[in-house]
């Protein structure tokens, strides 16, 4: 088997309180030497100076960076722009998205969805960027069925969770889709933080765990330790079951994800 690739995600801090707590936690994730860290991106642009700071820092940092780029609300331009920006500073790796149109934000721009943008990457920049994409074991929000997302992203996929994620796998071999599928990994830390992401991407939380937690209140040590029981477990699972490797949300906090990595033992 291939060694498992590990990544860890962060956003762009908005204060420099953020900023310095992104630099504590990049540095003690760093130990670890994950494949690569990456940077969420405003949808529209609205975080695309902080975000190439970032990637700078880690790049600079001396470890790989893949920065997310999100299409939905932009014109072809400005992607040109910023993925000469990042080929000028040696970036290899991104991660194409069709992003949330961000509320008050009347025009979708020039793209629609995420497989125009890795199609206009592929067309600009040739084999330059190794691309990621998005997918949604548990089906995207807004698809018309499971059927429909899986041809989606059969489609994206073209252009250059557990039960649900094996299951998910399965289905993308059945249609041909050869790509490798990392499970995004998300630390349990709060469940209101939980419940919100859960509502956004459409990654249902299973019921034993929701009541599990609901349950334990505002007691936080035993949600933390609850989260991170069941999350270790999972990552496991995923694991053993042949996954090839685990993309950790950090919400730039190292402690969760430093917790499970030790526990896995890796
Ligand atoms: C790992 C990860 C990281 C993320 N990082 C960011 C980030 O940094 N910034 C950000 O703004 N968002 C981010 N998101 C959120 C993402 O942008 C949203 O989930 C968004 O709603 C969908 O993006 P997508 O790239 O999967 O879109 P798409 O692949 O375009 O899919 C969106 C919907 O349209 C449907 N669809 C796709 N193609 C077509 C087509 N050609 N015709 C008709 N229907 C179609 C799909 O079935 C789906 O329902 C991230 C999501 C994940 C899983």
Same mark, same amino acid.
């Given at each position: 088997m291939n060694k498992p690739l590990f990544s860890f995600e962060f956003f762009p801090p908005q204060t420099p309180e953020g900023t310095e707590k992104l630099a504590a936690a990049r540095k003690q994730l760093a130990v670890l030497h994950p494949d690569f860290f990456s940077v969420t +991106? !405003?949808? !529209?642009g609205s975080t695309r100076e902080r975000t190439l %700071? @970032? @990637?700078q820092q880690i790049k600079a940092e001396g470890f790989e960076v893949a920065p997310h780029l999100s299409c939905i609300g932009s014109t072809r331009d400005n992607v040109r722009s910023i993925l000469q920006t990042y080929q000028q500073l040696g970036i290899k790796r991104i991660v194409a998205l069709r992003g949330d149109l961000p509320s008050g934000m009347a025009t979708t721009g020039e793209f629609q969805y995420a497989n125009e943008l890795v199609s206009f990457i592929r067309a600009q920049t040739g084999e330059h960027f190794h691309i990621e994409v998005a997918a949604y074991p548990e089906v995207h929000p807004q698809a018309r069925s499971a059927r429909d997302d899986l @041809?989606? +992203?059969?489609r994206k996929a073209a252009a250059g969770a557990d039960d649900s994620y094996f299951h +998910? @796998?399965?289905?993308?071999r059945k249609i041909g889709v050869t790509l490798p599928i990392v499970p995004g990994i998300m630390p349990i830390v709060k469940f209101t933080q939980l419940a919100r992401f859960s509502d956004m991407c459409g990654a249902e939380i299973p019921r034993w765990i929701r009541r599990t937690l609901e349950g334990y209140g505002d007691d936080s040590e035993s949600v933390q330790a609850f989260g991170l029981d069941v999350v270790t477990q999972?990552? %496991?699972k995923l694991l053993a079951g042949g996954a090839p490797g685990l993309h950790f949300y950090t919400l730039n906090q190292s402690g969760p994800a430093l917790e499970i990595w030790k526990r896995l033992g890796i």
């Open positions: +991106f !405003g949808a !529209g %700071e @970032v @990637v @041809v989606n +992203f059969k +998910f @796998v399965d289905e993308c999972l990552c %496991e």
